[in-house]
Structure formats: structure tokens, C-alpha cells
């Protein structure tokens, strides 16, 4: 099995989580921040060394379509940061449906007590994990959030 990195895309942070050996289980690695939503240089070179040290195979990103499934400004700048991704990383880059990640990330900390003030430290880690989890059922399953198909 090949181990995959997911990865939660902002206007300024990237949270990302990596999939154990087997594929089974994602796991939060780290959130990669920039000072500006276009200095994007250091998080695709950051993106470039974690995807080496794990020998991922697969990059799995996170596609915020509006609830309506329409393309807005946030999921335009996500097909650009992918376009760059498979520019700058040989490895395949999959768009993961991520509608409401950040909703269940938020509900998840809340239920295990974390402040609200302290969230922001770890919202967009726990919600690449989400989106690589996601994923990593779906190939298990028939889930079908894998916005490369149909």
C-alpha cells in the first residue's frame, strides 16, 4: 500500500495529515502558515519535502465546493494551488470533496473540551485528517466524494 498526504488548503494555512503504511488510518501532522494568502513558495516547498520523507504517492486535497456543489472563489484558488502542487511534486494530486471538514474538525475539538481561543492551533490539521480519512474509507468502501470521477 502507498501512504497518502491529505491536505486542508486556506487563505493562509495548510493543515496536513498523513495515512499510516497500510492506508488505513490518517494521522495529523502539522499546520504549514504563511504571513500572505500568495506567498505560496516555502508551503509548496514544505508540501515537496513531506511528501519525500513519507514517500507518499498521493496528494489528497481538499475541494471546498459551496453546499449548492458550485465552484466559488475559495475552491478557483484550490485549482490553482493544485495546478502548482503537480507542477512542483510528482505525485498524483486528487481533489476530496471537504464540505463541512472544517464544521466536523470544529465539533470534534469542542466535544473534547478544547477552547474555543486555542482551536485555531489545531482546526486545519484535524481537518486535512478528515479529508484523507474521507478518502482512505472510500477506497475501502463506494463513498464517492472523489471529485475526479463523473
Known amino acids: 500500500m502507498e501512504r497518502m498526504i491529505g491536505l ?4 493562509k494555512t495548510v493543515g496536513v495529515a498523513v495515512s499510516d503504511p497500510l492506508g488505513l488510518t490518517a494521522q495529523g501532522l502539522e ?3 504563511r504571513k500572505s494568502e500568495d ?4 508551503t509548496l516547498a514544505r508540501i515537496a519535502a513531506i511528501t519525500e520523507e513519507y514517500q507518499a504517492e498521493r496528494i489528497i486535497l481538499g475541494f471546498p465546493r459551496n453546499m449548492n456543489n458550485t465552484v466559488g472563489p475559495r475552491a478557483e484558488k484550490t485549482l490553482e494551488f493544485k495546478k502548482l502542487l503537480e507542477r512542483r511534486i510528482e505525485c498524483e494530486v486528487i481533489l476530496w470533496d471537504e464540505r463541512l471538514t472544517t464544521v466536523e ?4 475539538l469542542d466535544f473534547c473540551g478544547v477552547r474555543k481561543n486555542s482551536r485555531g ?6 481537518a486535512a485528517v478528515f479529508i484523507l480519512q474521507g ?3 472510500s477506497l475501502r468502501g463506494n463513498r464517492s466524494s472523489d471529485l475526479t470521477k463523473g
Open 31 to 33: 499546520i504549514i502558515r
Open 39 to 42: 506567498k505560496l513558495r516555502q
Open 8 to 11: 486542508d488548503f486556506g487563505s
Open 105 to 108: 474538525a470544529d465539533r470534534t
Open 121 to 126: 492551533r489545531y482546526i486545519d490539521e484535524l
Open 135 to 137: 478518502y482512505l474509507d
